[in-house]
């Protein structure tokens, strides 16, 4: 998968001259910015899968909203151009004589023997091919309606061959979603799953390798600098050679060593050029993906417009039977309005009373009986 090779670090420094201490820091480093990147990847396929999951809804969604307008729909004058002959129980009007149903029997039958023998291989819809075994067929009675649009890839037609209607045709387009949607997650997001497990499975298997290695390194290093310390006092105490027996043993361990060192730092390198060539190069693993996209995005937009492209003959058609009922396309909404006040008819506005509390008029009813009783007190007297 990786072929670039580098014979330096991005430090700058040369990888075969690095001292091993150097090369276990620089590892360190590699896999501290690996870890970053795998993050950063890891998000990005959350980010496709939520896409993928919002195309589905929006599918899901469209086809409700396709289903409630024919819902209000049946039984109507528009009901064949909206819904569609095969979505719709006809009228009495409609209806076969015995003759005609006999040959539509004949023809149902010849029908079906000749779709299942295309639906045993893969079906080809617009740019893709698509094969979906197992679909139950749909209840065809005349006493309902029917609102799911006979599947296009099931029935193996083309877009070229889809019935011009308004549910016919978005259920047309909500069939291409779904398949999209699946070869999205097939293609796509597959695409960078593979890559992050590749890359992620080869990175930690290298560097659990290094670690083990270096543990070796280490181990043989303080094993061979203790050896060497114990041969320095024997010779300060005899003032001689050591014993052949310790210094045997010393050999031995400075073999080890010298393998230990030589198996760390090779993998030491080959894990830098690795973990640079998915940090530092990953551009190149993205431009398949990037290609995907692209490709995904010509071939669902193209396949779509074919089939919305059909509207047109609907509308078209909805437009013919609107003038022959005697209304148009844009409505009657004004005429359902309320006929507005003409401006030369004033409203007369009453006098403007108010309000009198109960305990002021109780008042007023009490001083307008003490005053007829002194006036009718003073004519007693002046009498």
Known sequence: MFKHSSTRHRSGAKVGAMSTTTLDQAVDQAEETYHAFQVKLKALISTLISHHEMMLKFSSSQRQATTSICDLLINTPISKC?????????????????????????????????????????????????????????????????????????????????????????????????????????WIVGYL????????????????????????????????????????????????????????????NRLKLSGAEEAHNDIGRSLLSLIEEVTVYYWKDLVPLLHMMIQFSINHSSDLATVMAKLEKTDAILKNISEQHGTSVTGRLADLKPEPVPENIKIQEGPITESIPENAKEKDEEKEDLDSLASESQCLESV
């Open 82 to 186: 909206v819904i569609g002959t095969d979505h719709c129980s006809k009228t009495e009007e409609d209806k076969p004589s015995e003759e005609d149903e006999d040959d539509n029997q004949n023809e149902a039958k010849a029908d079906s023997t000749s779709s299942k023998d295309q639906s045993d291989g893969p079906q080809t819809v617009g740019n893709y091919t698509a094969n979906e075994p197992g679909r139950k067929s749909e209840d065809r009675s005349m006493n309902e309606c029917r609102h799911s649009f006979h599947s296009v890839i099931g029935r193996g037609k083309s877009l070229e061959d889809l019935e011009e209607s308004f549910m016919g045709l978005f259920n047309a387009s909500n069939d291409l979603n779904m398949v999209y949607a699946k070869r999205y997650m097939e």
């Open 193 to 252: 799953e593979e890559w992050e497990t590749i890359v992620s499975t080869r990175i930690e298997g290298r560097l659990i390798e290094y670690r083990k290695l270096r543990r070796s390194y280490a181990h043989y290093t303080d094993k061979v600098q203790g050896l060497h310390e114990k041969v320095v006092k024997q010779k300060a105490k005899k003032a001689a050679k050591a014993s052949f027996r310790l210094e045997s043993k010393m050999d031995r």
